[in-house]
């Protein structure tokens, strides 16, 4: 692979990160936002749903903070 292909390689790499955790950030706010929504409507107390939805949370998190260090990683190549 020449210099500039693994440069293009690296750029699609770092590119699909940024929209994978534009992606997930997406996703955990609507998550959360529709969530307490359809709780509020249910009349369901807030601590009681997002005891239940912190894992999924956490997950999402997590899933967030590992492609972030990817980004990073690529980053200092």
Do not use: H
Not at 2 to 30: G, H, P
């Amino acid at each position: 692979m020449s210099d500039s292909e693994f440069a293009i390689t690296e750029q699609v790499d770092a590119q699909e990160l940024a929209e994978l955790i534009k992606e997930f950030e997406e996703y955990r706010e609507r998550l959360l936002n529709e969530t307490l929504e359809t709780a509020k409507r249910a009349k369901l107390m807030k601590s009681v749903v997002m005891a239940q939805l912190e894992p999924e949370l956490a997950k999402i998190d997590a899933t967030i903070k590992a492609l972030q260090n990817q980004q990073a990683a690529l980053a200092g190549n």
